[in-house]
């Protein structure tokens, strides 16, 4: 699973696209998928965290 998070960190587009349903992760359980997904959502939080 972690080629699969490699892959969609340097192709993040496809992210995009899994996320509207116009692609899919073959192999990937739906919970694995939720959990992918997700992961990218906190990922984006994190960027936009000012740290002092």
Same mark, same amino acid.
């Given at each position: 699973?972690?080629?699969? !998070?490699?892959?969609?960190?340097?192709?993040?587009?496809?992210?995009?696209?899994?996320? =509207? *349903?116009?692609?899919? @992760? !073959?192999?990937?359980?739906?919970?694995?998928?939720?959990?992918?997904?997700?992961?990218? =959502? *906190?990922?984006?939080? @994190?960027?936009?965290?000012?740290?002092?």
């Amino acid at each position: 699973m972690i080629n699969v !998070i490699q892959h969609l960190e340097k192709n993040h587009e496809l992210v995009t696209l899994i996320k =509207e *349903e116009k692609a899919s @992760l !073959i192999g990937i359980s739906a919970m694995e998928q939720k959990a992918i997904l997700d992961s990218f =959502e *906190e990922i984006v939080c @994190l960027e936009n965290v000012f740290w002092n």
